[in-house]
């Protein structure tokens, strides 16, 4: 079966958030962070999702801005897809000395 039958079909929800990891091969793990208020004490507390992503052309890296959008399943794990990159992150040779991604 190949990739080119992926569809993203029109009202599937779709979210931004940051790739967090580029490691594997056409897969990336995207960070979406968001508050959300404790039920008893009423404090704002910072949660995230993790989604892994489905990137046929290996075009995002780390730090990079993504919309993705729910698909079908392609793996145990995957049933995102990369539909573009937003904002274009920091590359590792561009960060000043010292600093960690």
Do not use: Q
Not at 24 to 43: E, L, N, S
Not at 68 to 94: F, N, Q, Y
């Amino acid at each position: 079966m190949s990739d080119a039958t992926i569809t993203i079909p029109e009202k599937s929800p779709r979210r931004i958030g940051v790739v967090e990891s580029d490691k594997r091969t056409k897969t990336r793990k995207v960070v979406i962070p968001y508050v959300d208020k404790h039920p008893k004490y009423g404090k704002y507390i910072k949660k995230r999702t993790v989604l892994h992503v489905h990137d046929e052309k290996n075009e995002s890296r780390v730090g990079d801005r993504v919309e993705v959008a729910e698909c079908r399943p392609i793996s145990r794990t995957k049933c995102w897809i990369l539909v573009r990159i937003v904002e274009r992150g920091l590359a590792k040779a561009d960060l000043p000395f010292g600093e960690n991604a």
